[in-house]
């Protein structure tokens, strides 16, 4: 069945960076497009980056754009996310997910508090 394990989320300091892996098995990896999404306490889900199979082309929506680095190693199933410049406005829950896909991973908690 489909797994996503989200892994690298904690406490950080404003400024401070993360990154985030997301491993997945159970559906072939190296087809499906990727995204990110994150959940903030008392706010919707919302997506934060898409990853095309093959890497070559992301989006960023605007929490993300000149902050967040994303990338996809399909030999490991894993994407990552790398979050920089970390403001407080980014905590939240980030799940990955295949957006044709209906399973969700449990998520992984980042905290930016000083």
């Known amino acids: 069945q489909v797994q996503l394990v989200e892994s690298g989320g904690g406490l950080v300091q404003p400024g401070g960076s993360l990154r985030l892996s997301c491993a997945a098995s159970?559906?072939?990896?190296?087809?499906?497009?990727m995204r990110w999404n994150r959940q903030a306490p008392g706010k919707q889900r919302e997506v934060v980056t898409v990853?095309?199979?093959?890497?070559?082309?992301?989006h960023y929506e605007d929490a993300g754009k000149g902050r967040f680095t994303l990338s996809r190693d399909n030999g490991r199933n894993t994407v990552y996310l790398i979050m920089n410049s970390l403001k407080a406005e980014t905590t939240a829950v980030y799940y990955c997910?295949?957006?044709?896909?209906?399973?969700w991973g449990q998520g992984t908690q980042v905290t930016v508090s000083s």
């Open positions: 997910k295949v957006p044709t896909l209906s399973e």
């Open positions: 159970g559906f072939a990896f190296s087809m499906f497009t």
């Open positions: 990853i095309t199979p093959t890497g070559d082309n992301l």
